[in-house]
Nanobody, 115 residues
Framework: QVQLVESGGDLVQAGESLRLSCVGS????????MAWYRQVPGQERDFIAGIYVNGLTKYADSVKGRFTISRDRRMRTVYLQMDSLKPEDSAVYYC?????????WGKGTLVNVSS
């Protein structure tokens, strides 16, 4: 069974940095893309950053220039380096992976940025 496990969420002050990690595992795990989403209670889950198996990356406008997504060679682990954090970045951050038509989600890690 495929699992995605996030880590790295914390309480930080505005302007500080955090690095989130997501480890994917499972006997058939072979994603073509991994991504990060975030969700504030009562709001929709929003795309933040994605990375494809060929290394192509995409970012939401709200995080461009501040966040960087990266991965290991085997697409088993994806990272989200978050710099210059703002209070509005506070949310639960979810890891996502797609493998053909199948999508996987982690359970999330909480990021709280105080002003």
């Amino acid at each position: 069974q495929v699992q995605l496990v996030e880590s790295g969420g914390d309480l930080v002050q505005a302007g500080e940095s955090l690095r989130l990690s997501c480890v994917g595992s499972g006997p058939s795990y072979n994603p073509s893309v991994m991504a990060w989403y975030r969700q504030v209670p009562g709001q929709e889950r929003d795309f933040i950053a994605g990375i494809y198996v060929n290394g192509l990356t995409k970012y939401a406008d709200s995080v461009k220039g501040r966040f960087t997504i990266s991965r290991d060679r085997r697409m088993r682990t994806v990272y989200l380096q978050m710099d210059s954090l703002k209070p509005e970045d506070s949310a639960v951050y979810y890891c996502h992976a797609a493998q053909g038509p199948v999508q996987y989600w982690g359970k999330g890690t909480l990021v709280n940025v105080s002003s």
